[in-house]
């Protein structure tokens, strides 16, 4: 029996892997639910699951839930301090790490330096503290299994393989749902329209991300520090139909490719039973449907954000935060209504050129410079 803390149980991540649980009740068991302020989806999965400790970053939205569970013997907690102790009780094995933004790197370090293993899924922790999260896993002997899409499909194409072969990564993009289209085309976009992607079902942040490529660009700088190579052997591949999860080029020309129907249960589920595969009972990809698979350049110009997100990886230091929290206040305010769409990446731009960069910052400064970029922009 494996013992799972669900941090970001009510995300799009999160309530995918708590399907996996119902599928695995003997093997799986949830020892700790966390969220941002859902008290009432929270609330049903303390009922059917009956975990130690249940934590509602939001201190009100905590006590209307400790209120609401006061028949149960689950603890409620709050705030940072809450997530935390989640993400370190004793009898966790796996930590998955599913909340959004950057709140999510001190659980994750604190579930480290406890010995448990990550399963993660969180950008913001690698984006931003990589050169720290990273140093933390190697000392502590500690395993992080990526459960992004692209990611696990890199990962499942290392395996059996020597690291030292790898020649390239070759990241896959569905390209969104502006694909095609040039600047001019996309002066007018609406927040309706950007979250209309054409393959995946996600939460509205990644969503607007994928429609700019900025996800993707942060995905460049999560792969660089989970499979340690450098940004010239990391190429982003823009891929319509989202068959192949992503590949690996090896230096006798040999490229292992991940395939699968665009779901997310799969990367989840092997992350979680990592290194064993389990049944799932989910679509099965019939390749005698397929018309054809394409593969193009990403366009640069049009997608700026994807052009900022490499600059900000190459240069490092504290430049990925000011990149990740830009987007962050700029996708809210788009959303809004207060800017528009092609407006997202002037925004990071701004940041970006007015910052003064800190070449390896401490994990104090990273959160001092994510809260400065957020009150000035």
Known sequence: MKNLVILGSTGSIGTQTIDIVRNYKNE?????????KNVDLVEKQVREFGPKVAVLYNEEAAKELKTRLADTETRVLSGMDGLIEAATLEEADIVVGAVVGMIGIRPTIAAIRAHKTIALANKETLVTAGH????????NGVKILPVDSEHSAIFQSMQGEEHSKVEKILLTASG?????????????????DALKHPNWDMGPKVTIDSSTLVNKGLEVMEARWLF???YENIEVLVHPQSVIH????????AVMAQLGVPDMHLPIQYALFYPHRMPLSEERLDLTKLASLTFEKPDYDTFKGLSLAFRAARTGGSLP?????????AVQRFLKGEIKYLEIADEIEKAMDNHKLIENPTLDEIIEVEKAVRECL
């Open 132 to 139: 720290i999260v990273m140093r933390e896993a190697r000392e």
């Open 246 to 253: 992503s590949a690996v080029q090896y230096v006798d020309g």
């Open 228 to 230: 340690d190579v450098d």
């Open 176 to 192: 969104g749902p502006f694909r095609g289209r040039k600047r001019s085309d996309l002066e007018g976009m609406t927040a309706a």
């Open 28 to 36: 799986l068991h949830v020892s700790a639910v966390a969220a941002l």
């Open 321 to 329: 935060t000011v990149f990740n929290a830009a987007d962050e206040v």
